[in-house]
């Protein structure tokens, strides 16, 4: 081996190591929410949140998307992440009047009930799942998942493919969609005749 090869060697051996210690690594604050518990911060009632490696204390602020619908916390909506302006009427579509924030997340407050919807089997969408051999089951994801039905199939399943598991009023349903009805009433005389 030459002698200029074994002084590369040797220097990259002492000294790419304590080179290595120069290049800052960002540390991260938390993984978990929990990780911030402990800390200073703002004097309001909220909780600690884990975004991007970074303690967040949150006042519990939320915003009702007119986009989506969803509720998000402030400065997190769509429209205010992207600048665009959308209009949906989450009264009338959802019966959605606001958001709420309760136990570290936003949830819909419903018109026809102003109070927050605790104790209810969903607070969005995503709490809902379906279950069953066929999909039929509309339910809180937790409890469908684990659910064992008989393995048949109805010709009214056909149907569930126009229609979502949501949570609608604080309970998981099938959204009851214009083409999902019609396809019920479709089976509903194909069978009386």
């Not at 809902?128 to 409890?143: A, D, L, M, V, Y």
Request: proline content about 3%.
């Amino acid at each position: 081996m030459k002698t200029s090869h074994i002084y590369l060697l040797m220097f990259c051996i002492l000294f790419i190591p304590i080179l290595s210690l120069c290049v800052q690594t960002e540390t991260k604050e938390c993984v978990f929410a929990k990780d911030c518990e402990g800390r200073e911060h703002a004097n309001c009632s909220g909780d600690w949140l884990c975004i991007d490696g970074k303690c967040v204390w949150s006042c519990g602020e939320c915003s009702l998307s007119l986009c989506d619908c969803k509720c998000y916390l402030r400065g997190e909506t769509p429209e205010e992440k992207s600048g665009k302006t959308c209009e949906l009427d989450c009264l009338s579509k959802y019966n959605i009047s606001g958001c709420k924030y309760v136990s570290g997340r936003c949830v819909p407050v419903y018109a026809n009930r102003q109070e927050e919807v605790e104790g209810a089997e969903c607070n969005v969408d995503d709490d809902c799942g379906t279950g069953g051999c066929s999909n039929q089951i509309c339910g809180p994801k937790e409890k469908v998942k684990g659910i064992i039905t008989t393995c048949e199939y109805r010709p009214e399943y056909e149907c569930l493919k126009l229609t979502s598991c949501k949570c609608i009023k604080g309970k998981c349903k099938w959204e009851e969609t214009e083409e999902y009805e019609e396809c019920l009433e479709k089976l509903k005389n194909q069978t009386i005749v």
